[in-house]
């Protein structure tokens, strides 16, 4: 069984919306604003790259990233591992071809028959409606968060609001950086 982590920038009150500037949100590029930059803080985002061995995405993050993350340098680790877009309405005609092996699932028992292949960890990013069915429905088995010191009141929140039992999480590793950004690897308990 393949691990499936979640992750994710979020501010102290849940929000993960348009953290790195994308329109039609008010507070958009949050992650960027008032916070001096300190690389160690991101540490995680290249230690992913390197630990998993699929990405998974929903529909609107998949458009917004595509374009941009196959010529970026950074995120090179993410150009030669699997892709995989859960989308009802994504065709084979829509995906872009420079950014590797990318493949579309219809369900979250799609998700679910994937988790449940040989092979290492599948990555998260954004893709907030896809991260509240996976919770929902008990996929998830990490958070990898850096949560920002900052409130956002409105937005899109990472986190379901569905009534579902509660899910108890352990601390697997954590850290607070001098610019107020702290990380937060959490375990989903079994």
Do not use: C
């Not at 001096?36 to 230690?47: I, Q, S």
């Amino acid at each position: 069984m393949r691990t499936l982590i979640s992750s994710a920038f979020v501010s102290l009150d849940g929000v993960a919306e348009a953290p790195g500037g994308e329109t039609g949100y008010r507070n958009a590029g949050w992650t960027f604003k008032n916070l001096d930059f300190l690389p160690e803080a991101y540490e995680l985002k290249g230690r992913e790259q390197e630990e998993a061995s699929a990405m998974l995405l929903g529909r609107a993050s998949y458009q917004a990233f595509a374009p941009v993350w196959p010529g970026m340098a950074e995120f090179g680790g993410y150009k030669v591992m699997p892709k995989y877009v859960v989308s009802s309405t994504l065709e084979d005609g829509d995906l872009v071809a420079d950014w590797g092996e990318t493949a579309i699932l219809r369900t979250l028992e799609d998700v679910a028959a994937l988790k449940s292949t040989e092979g290492g960890p599948i990555i998260v990013h954004g893709s907030l409606t896809l991260n509240h069915g996976l919770s929902d429905a008990g996929l998830i088995d990490r958070y990898h968060l850096l949560v920002f010191p900052v409130l956002l009141g409105a937005g899109r929140r990472l986190y379901s609001e569905s009534d579902v039992d509660a899910k108890k999480l352990t601390v697997a590793e954590h850290e607070v950086y001098a610019n107020g950004i702290q990380k937060l690897v959490l375990d989903v308990a079994r």
